[in-house]
């Protein structure tokens, strides 16, 4: 009875998060088709591929760090637990694109503890990547807090601040410490999915292509700050408004484009997570994986 009571919980948080990317969707569509019907077809289906390449190798980076963590996870399985509960943050607050990944985590046979800081150390090395590039949409000074922020990314300091985070939350420490080459390899990842957002807004916006990767990193990164609106609405947009009339579009139509990157953001996040959504826990013959036994939360 209580597997049965989690299991419709688990749906009923799926469908609630949907719901939200959905109205946000809706919200924005008037205004949204209304710029794409100004751009060249081209444009826009190439726009939307980057932002879906660009999720997957996020996602990449994310298995990259949960594998550093315990018994590889397996592209396919990862990407359902992290596409999937992504969609979370599509919810107004912190934590519920965290809580809906590690249930599905718990589902495929991980510990939540295990999810939770694979998510958070993914979520560190991605802003220190997204520093250097935010400088080239403003002022180049700002390269100064890459030169501290880069000795986050050195894996004693990574693991050093897990471990206090699972300490402080009350969870189960770390299976095991991660090593220099998984770090390099997320954070290489998480460069080349803030490069290809860039290109997203390149082909929309057709501004200078520096600007726009260094457009999107400030932006993304500015709505992740906003943790209690959904998805980082409103905060983005200005970011996105204030760097392309900076860049001379003006502000009408800088803000079109910054709706029409937000709608298009949303589409990406849905028909990845219902992609990865469509993939099976555990093989075809039912035998778990190795090393992929369900362990305590």
């Not at 049965?4 to 939200?20: E, K, Q, S, T, Y």
């Not at 991660?178 to 929309?204: D, E, I, K, P, S």
Request: aromatic share 8%.
């Amino acid at each position: 009875m209580k597997t049965r009571i989690l299991d419709v919980a688990r749906w009923a948080a799926l469908v609630l998060v949907i719901g939200f990317a959905v109205r946000e969707l809706a919200a924005n569509w008037t205004e949204f088709w209304r710029t794409l019907r100004g751009i060249a077809w081209e444009s826009s289906g190439l726009s939307l591929l980057a932002l879906v390449a660009s999720i997957a190798v996020s996602t990449y980076g994310w298995q990259v760090v949960v594998n550093g963590l315990g018994a590889p996870v397996g592209y396919r399985r990862g990407a359902r637990i992290c596409l999937v509960g992504q969609l979370g943050k599509y919810v107004p607050g912190s934590v519920w694109a965290y809580l809906l990944q590690m249930e599905l985590g718990r589902k495929a046979g991980l510990s939540r503890a295990r999810v939770f800081t694979g998510s958070l150390v993914q979520f560190g090395i991605g802003l220190v990547a997204a520093l250097p590039l935010a400088v080239l949409a403003g002022p180049r000074t700002w390269l100064l807090a890459t030169i501290p922020a880069a000795a986050v990314l050195h894996p004693k300091v990574l693991s050093w601040g897990a471990s206090r985070v699972l300490k402080l939350a009350r969870r189960p420490p770390m299976e095991r410490e991660l090593t220099g080459r998984r770090t390099v390899t997320a954070f290489g990842a998480a460069l080349v999915a803030w490069c290809l957002q860039g290109v997203h807004l390149w082909l929309l916006a057709g501004s200078d292509l520096l600007t726009c990767v260094g457009a999107m990193a400030l932006a993304m990164t500015a709505g992740t700050f906003a943790f209690l609106l959904p998805s980082g609405a409103g905060v983005r947009e200005a970011v996105l408004v204030a760097v392309l009339t900076a860049a001379g579009i003006p502000a009408g139509q800088a803000l079109a484009y910054a709706l029409t990157s937000r709608v298009m953001f949303t589409v990406a996040d849905l028909l990845t997570a219902l992609a990865a959504a469509g993939t099976p826990w555990r093989p075809r013959s039912g035998r778990p994986l190795a090393g992929m036994a369900a362990r305590p939360g």
